[in-house]
C-alpha cells in the first residue's frame, strides 16, 4: 500500500512539472511573437542576400523611392560589397533615427519617446525658450555640435524640439486658421506626421528664411552632417519633401547616416529615407 501510494505520487509529479514546462514554452512562444512583431524589419547582411537578389532588390527600391536616375545609377555602380555594408551600417541600432515620417507616413498612434531631456542653457548653446525637450542621443549630439560652434565663434540657438501630438494639432489649427490649408499644409505637419514628434527635430535660430544668411545657419548647412544633423527640407525639393524650403530644420540622424546621406544621396534627407524605407519593407 506504502509503495502504491509513493507510485502515485510520483505520476502526479511527473505530470505537474510536464504541464509546467508545456505552459512555460508556449508563454514563451507567446513573448517572442509578441518581441518579433514590434521589432523593426531586420536588415538583410551580405552573407544572406546573394547578387541576383540584391540586384532586384535595390532596383525595386530604387524604384519606388523615386531615387534620381543619376543617383540610382551611382549606388548601382558601386556595388553590393561596397554600397551594402554601408547601408546596414546607416540602418543599424535606433530605427527611429532612420524612420521615414511624412505626409504620408506617420508614427505610431501615441507615440511619445521615452528618453526626453530637457534643454537649457547651462550647455554650449542656447534655448530660446523654457522647457524645450530632445531625445537625450540629439541633446548630446546638439551639445557636441554647439561646442565646435562656439570654438569658432558662433552660438547655435534652438527655438523649437519635441512636439506632442497634441501640441502639434494645436500649431497646424493655429497655422490653418492665420494662413489657410493650402498655405498650412506647406509650412506644418499634420498632428502624427511631424518629425518633431520624434524628439529629433530641432528648429534654429529666427525660424524664418533669414536664417539661412546668418553665421549660425551658414554654420550649421556646413558642418551639420559632421555631427549627425541633416536639413530636413532644402531648398528647391518642395515637390519631394511636400514642404517649402526650411533652412531652419534641421534632425538628428546620427553620424552614420548623415554620413550616408551625404555620400549616396547629395545630402537630401528625403531621399535617402524613402529608400531605407523602401529596402526594410521589400
Given at each position: 500500500?506504502?509503495?502504491?501510494?509513493?507510485?502515485?505520487?510520483?505520476?502526479?509529479?511527473?505530470?505537474?512539472?510536464?504541464?509546467?514546462?508545456?505552459?512555460?514554452?508556449?508563454?514563451?512562444?507567446?513573448?517572442?511573437?509578441?518581441?518579433?512583431?514590434?521589432?523593426?524589419?531586420?536588415?538583410?547582411?551580405?552573407?544572406?542576400?546573394?547578387?541576383?537578389?540584391?540586384?532586384?532588390?535595390?532596383?525595386?527600391?530604387?524604384?519606388?523611392?523615386?531615387?534620381?536616375?543619376?543617383m540610382g545609377d551611382r549606388i548601382r555602380s558601386a556595388g553590393k560589397a561596397v554600397f551594402l555594408?554601408?547601408?546596414?551600417?546607416?540602418?543599424?541600432?535606433?530605427?527611429?533615427?532612420?524612420?521615414?515620417?511624412d505626409k504620408q507616413h506617420a508614427l505610431p498612434d501615441g507615440y511619445e519617446p521615452d528618453d526626453?531631456?530637457?534643454?537649457?542653457?547651462?550647455?554650449?548653446?542656447?534655448?530660446?525658450?523654457?522647457?524645450?525637450?530632445?531625445?537625450?542621443?540629439?541633446?548630446?549630439?546638439?551639445?557636441?555640435?554647439?561646442?565646435?560652434?562656439?570654438?569658432?565663434?558662433?552660438?547655435?540657438?534652438?527655438?523649437?524640439?519635441?512636439?506632442?501630438?497634441?501640441?502639434?494639432?494645436?500649431?497646424?489649427?493655429?497655422?490653418?486658421?492665420?494662413?489657410?490649408?493650402?498655405?498650412?499644409?506647406?509650412?506644418?505637419?499634420?498632428?502624427?506626421?511631424?518629425?518633431?514628434?520624434?524628439?529629433?527635430?530641432?528648429?534654429?535660430?529666427?525660424?524664418?528664411?533669414?536664417?539661412?544668411?546668418?553665421?549660425?545657419?551658414?554654420?550649421?548647412?556646413?558642418?551639420?552632417?559632421?555631427?549627425?544633423?541633416?536639413?530636413?527640407?532644402?531648398?528647391?525639393?518642395?515637390?519631394?519633401?511636400?514642404?517649402?524650403?526650411?533652412?531652419?530644420?534641421?534632425?538628428?540622424?546620427?553620424?552614420?547616416?548623415?554620413?550616408?546621406?551625404?555620400?549616396?544621396?547629395?545630402?537630401?534627407?528625403?531621399?535617402?529615407?524613402?529608400?531605407?524605407?523602401?529596402?526594410?519593407?521589400?
Amino acid at each position: 500500500m506504502t509503495m502504491f501510494i509513493h507510485l502515485r505520487h510520483l505520476v502526479f509529479t511527473v505530470l505537474a512539472a510536464s504541464l509546467a514546462a508545456l505552459c512555460s514554452c508556449q508563454r514563451e512562444a507567446g513573448r517572442t511573437a509578441a518581441d518579433t512583431a514590434a521589432a523593426p524589419p531586420a536588415t538583410v547582411t551580405l552573407t544572406s542576400l546573394d547578387t541576383d537578389s540584391y540586384d532586384k532588390r535595390l532596383e525595386d527600391a530604387l524604384l519606388e523611392a523615386e531615387i534620381p536616375h543619376a543617383m540610382g545609377d551611382r549606388i548601382r555602380s558601386a556595388g553590393k560589397a561596397v554600397f551594402l555594408p554601408e547601408l546596414e551600417a546607416a540602418a543599424a541600432g535606433d530605427p527611429f533615427l532612420s524612420r521615414l515620417v511624412d505626409k504620408q507616413h506617420a508614427l505610431p498612434d501615441g507615440y511619445e519617446p521615452d528618453d526626453l531631456v530637457t534643454l537649457d542653457n547651462s550647455g554650449s548653446y542656447r534655448v530660446g525658450r523654457a522647457g524645450l525637450r530632445l531625445r537625450h542621443p540629439a541633446a548630446e549630439a546638439l551639445e557636441r555640435m554647439a561646442e565646435a560652434a562656439r570654438a569658432e565663434g558662433i552660438t547655435l540657438t534652438a527655438s523649437s524640439a519635441y512636439r506632442s501630438y497634441d501640441y502639434q494639432a494645436e500649431v497646424y489649427a493655429r497655422n490653418v486658421r492665420e494662413s489657410g490649408q493650402k498655405t498650412a499644409d506647406r509650412e506644418s505637419s499634420r498632428p502624427g506626421y511631424s518629425q518633431h514628434q520624434l524628439g529629433l527635430a530641432v528648429d534654429f535660430g529666427s525660424i524664418t528664411d533669414a536664417f539661412a544668411q546668418t553665421a549660425a545657419g551658414r554654420w550649421i548647412a556646413a558642418n551639420g552632417p559632421k555631427y549627425g544633423w541633416v536639413i530636413s527640407f532644402p531648398d528647391g525639393y518642395e515637390q519631394l519633401t511636400g514642404y517649402r524650403w526650411e533652412s531652419w530644420h534641421y534632425r538628428y540622424m546620427g553620424m552614420p547616416l548623415a554620413v550616408f546621406i551625404e555620400k549616396w544621396f547629395d545630402g537630401i534627407q528625403q531621399y535617402a529615407l524613402q529608400f531605407i524605407h523602401a529596402w526594410r519593407n521589400y
